[in-house]
């Protein structure tokens, strides 16, 4: 079932506008903050899976948090594994926000469901010992 555009752009805008402000005063990047919203907005509206007003809100709102805090980490990572992208971790810092938003969407469900999986499987061996 495939919802109206204009739930998912609600959402999806709440969770840009929730996101921001207490990021900023946390210390997050602010242009990786932004360019990881604007992104995770637009996958948001794509993806199937996304199709109610709290799950835009939370794709994007986490989507953006992921790029704007971890994109100079993963930037520095990628300086360090692939030399000829750029002796320069910081102009990395970008393109690293813009995939992790990107991806974000895609790899938070699965690994939820891992999660579950895993702790569901560790409930019912402990269950089961007693």
Request: glycine residues 10%; aromatic residues 6%.
């Amino acid at each position: 079932m495939a919802a109206e555009p204009a739930v998912t752009v609600t959402g999806a805008a709440a969770g840009a506008a929730v996101a921001m402000v207490p990021a900023v005063a946390m210390g997050v990047q602010t242009d990786a903050l932004g360019l990881g919203l604007f992104a995770a907005m637009l996958v948001t509206l794509w993806l199937g899976s996304i199709d109610t007003r709290r799950k835009a809100f939370a794709a994007v709102g986490l989507s953006g948090l992921l790029a704007g805090y971890f994109s100079p980490h993963a930037a520095a990572y990628a300086a360090t594994k692939f030399t000829s992208l750029s002796a320069d971790p910081s102009s990395l810092r970008m393109p690293m926000a813009l995939l992790i938003a990107i991806a974000a969407p895609f790899l938070v469900p699965l690994a939820l469901i891992g999660a579950q999986a895993i702790a569901r499987a560790w409930i019912a061996r402990k269950g089961g010992a007693e």
